[in-house]
């Protein structure tokens, strides 16, 4: 199947400070990319659509100030966390869509990062 | 109500057990249903995908549609300890553009 790389698989950072999260499809071209975010036990919440050349639709509830989502080429979407605080601590994935159709029956997913804010 | 209720387990078998996983909806409009497979720490993987109702089959795994009752299930035969696992199911719509999660079943199977 296709394949999703998300870097990095874990991250530690300071309260206050910036986190960059990357999600790569390795041998096909999104044109959407999809970022949901796993508190323990919880199912997947998606916070935001990335459009490739515009920009990303945001989730009622979601802080587009907070989490800043740029598409800039058909095979990377960038997830950055601003300003970091311990409640962002969570498992943030990324998602891509082999077609073009309907949104998740070629869904692939990065691994996952796991961010800890302390 | 949630849009989609997924008992989240843990449910524990036995190595060669049936195992049946299950979700429920509210919203007729879905149309593509989805089994997702999440091993811990890391992101979901597709298993199978069914449109409308009916039944479909891959290997050990079997996922059936009843659309008439929103009832979706995914049946998994002769479990193996490498089964364990946490499934997700996901729906969507053909207009609506997004998948929506159940909470996810954790699955153990003892060997």
């Known amino acids: 199947g296709a394949v999703v790389s998300q870097h990095p698989s874990w991250v530690i950072c300071k309260s206050g400070t910036s986190v960059k999260i990357e999600c790569r499809s390795l041998d096909f071209q999104a044109t959407t990319m999809f970022w949901y975010r796993q508190f323990p036990k919880q199912s997947l919440m998606l916070m935001a659509t990335?459009?490739?050349?515009?920009?990303?639709?945001?989730e009622q509830g979601v802080e587009k100030d907070k989490f800043l989502i740029n598409h800039a080429s058909l095979t990377l979407s960038t997830l950055t966390v601003t300003s970091a605080h311990p409640e962002d601590s969570s498992f943030y994935i990324c998602?891509?869509?082999?077609?073009?159709?309907?949104?998740?029956?070629?869904?692939?997913f990065g691994q996952g990062t796991r961010l800890t804010v302390v | 109500q949630k849009e989609v209720e997924q008992d989240p387990g843990p449910l524990s078998v036995p190595e060669g057990a049936i195992v049946s996983l299950n979700c429920t909806y509210s919203n007729s409009a879905f149309q593509y249903f989805m089994w997702y497979r999440q091993y811990s720490r890391k992101g979901p993987e597709l298993l199978m995908y069914t449109y409308s109702s009916g039944n479909k089959e891959d290997g050990r795994f079997t996922a059936q549609v009843d659309k008439s009752s929103k009832y979706i299930s995914l049946f998994i035969r002769d479990s193996q300890p490498s089964d364990s696992a946490t499934y997700l199911c996901?729906?969507?719509?053909?207009?609506?553009?997004?998948?929506?999660f159940g909470t996810g079943t954790r699955l153990l199977v003892s060997p």
């Open positions: 998602s891509a869509d082999l077609s073009s159709g309907v949104t998740g029956i070629e869904a692939f």
């Open positions: 990335s459009n490739e050349g515009s920009k990303a639709t945001y």
């Open positions: 996901a729906m969507s719509d053909p207009g609506f553009q997004k998948l929506v």
